[in-house]
């Protein structure tokens, strides 16, 4: 089953085109300005099977991606959810080189929210959590509905051999517009206000130091040089500007880059989850009576 929200090109004519040859049948349902929640919702409320697996367009399977998927739901009948893994690589199909993506030996699986790009459960178990959340303005639907499905259903499994690759960002422009777009989504919902807070603190912490540091060295060759303070200033923001274009720009995985590239990544996530959290009073009119608990339970406004 697959969700057309209304796209402007060809898209769903090459589709259907595609599953007239296609050896596994399937359905394209096209519904204009439907949201990534709304359209995932749609489809699995057509499916008619009770075992749903999920991934996003755009990613790439692995051969025995769904045997392994659902393979819990055959060994033990209880099973209602089912969480695999994704690995993010370049468009070349390597391993991705950016930073913010998960690593499979960081992950605990009692604690793990899982991406849709590699879930399954039963569509009771989505009818009982409430379904994605089609409130919010994009993303962060995922994460809400995985954490109502930790709340509604006991009977979870990981199959980390359950692999899905997906494209990552190409560029640290790119990247930045990831990590600004999914922290808004975190925002909206409230989740790890706190670690989001932290990481603000650091931010702050770090600029100050670094106005200090500025501040110390322009004076050292204010001193030295006799040059006036304003022109050592411009001289050196431009040069830093220049610097770090030509290492963003040309040398993309060198250390100044990636540091760089980092420090930009953490600056569109605190804004991200800023921009966010402003909208969330709004976004909560929207939501469920059902899911009332949804900001003392995720810990918004709870550090």
């Given at each position: 089953?697959?969700?057309?929200?209304?796209?402007?090109?060809?898209?769903?004519?090459?589709?259907?085109s595609?599953?007239?040859?296609?050896?596994?049948?399937?359905?394209?349902?096209?519904?204009?300005?439907?949201?990534?929640?709304?359209?995932?919702n749609?489809?699995?409320?057509?499916?008619?099977?009770?075992?749903?697996?999920?991934?996003?367009?755009?990613?790439?399977?692995?051969?025995?991606?769904?045997?392994?998927?659902?393979?819990?739901?055959?060994?033990?009948?209880?099973?209602?959810?089912?969480?695999?893994?994704?690995?993010?690589?370049?468009?070349?199909g390597?391993?991705?080189?950016?930073?913010?993506?998960?690593?499979?030996?960081?992950?605990?699986?009692?604690?793990?929210?899982?991406?849709?790009?590699?879930?399954?459960?039963?569509?009771?178990?989505?009818?009982?959590?409430?379904?994605?959340?089609?409130?919010?303005?994009?993303?962060?639907?995922?994460?809400?509905?995985?954490?109502?499905?930790k709340?509604?259903?006991?009977?979870?499994?990981?199959?980390?051999?359950?692999?899905?690759?997906?494209?990552?960002?190409?560029?640290?422009?790119?990247?930045?517009?990831?990590?600004y777009?999914?922290?808004?989504?975190?925002?909206?919902?409230?989740?790890?206000?706190?670690?989001?807070?932290?990481?603000?603190?650091?931010?702050?912490?770090?600029?100050?130091?670094?106005?200090?540091?500025?501040?110390?060295?322009?004076?050292?060759?204010?001193?030295f040089?006799?040059?006036?303070?304003?022109?050592?200033?411009?001289a050196?923001?431009f040069?830093?500007?220049?610097?770090?274009?030509?290492?963003?720009?040309?040398?993309?995985?060198?250390?100044?880059?990636?540091?760089?590239?980092?420090?930009?990544?953490?600056?569109?996530?605190v804004?991200?989850?800023?921009?966010?959290a402003?909208?969330?009073?709004?976004?909560?009119?929207?939501t469920?009576?059902?899911?009332?608990?949804?900001?003392?339970?995720?810990?918004?406004?709870?550090?």
């Amino acid at each position: 089953m697959l969700v057309d929200g209304g796209s402007s090109d060809n898209t769903v004519q090459i589709i259907n085109s595609f599953a007239e040859k296609s050896p596994i049948p399937f359905q394209i349902i096209v519904e204009k300005g439907a949201n990534i929640a709304r359209g995932r919702n749609l489809a699995i409320e057509k499916a008619k099977y009770e075992v749903i697996a999920i991934t996003d367009c755009g990613c790439r399977l692995d051969e025995d991606w769904l045997e392994n998927l659902i393979a819990p739901f055959a060994i033990n009948p209880e099973t209602q959810v089912v969480a695999g893994w994704y690995r993010a690589i370049d468009a070349q199909g390597q391993k991705h080189p950016f930073k913010g993506v998960p690593l499979l030996d960081q992950v605990e699986p009692q604690s793990f929210v899982p991406s849709s790009r590699s879930l399954a459960l039963t569509k009771s178990a989505w009818k009982q959590s409430g379904g994605y959340p089609e409130w919010l303005t994009l993303t962060g639907e995922d994460t809400y509905f995985a954490l109502e499905l930790k709340r509604f259903c006991l009977h979870w499994a990981f199959v980390p051999s359950a692999i899905v690759s997906w494209i990552g960002p190409q560029n640290w422009t790119e990247a930045w517009k990831k990590a600004y777009s999914w922290s808004t989504g975190n925002g909206e919902i409230g989740y790890n206000a706190w670690l989001y807070r932290m990481l603000g603190k650091k931010i702050i912490g770090a600029i100050f130091v670094t106005i200090f540091i500025f501040i110390i060295l322009i004076s050292a060759f204010n001193i030295f040089l006799q040059t006036p303070v304003w022109l050592i200033l411009i001289a050196s923001l431009f040069l830093i500007e220049i610097l770090a274009w030509i290492a963003i720009k040309f040398f993309p995985y060198s250390p100044l880059s990636i540091f760089i590239g980092d420090i930009g990544t953490r600056l569109m996530q605190v804004q991200g989850f800023w921009d966010g959290a402003k909208r969330k009073s709004k976004i909560d009119l929207k939501t469920p009576s059902s899911n009332t608990r949804l900001s003392v339970y995720y810990g918004w406004g709870s550090n």
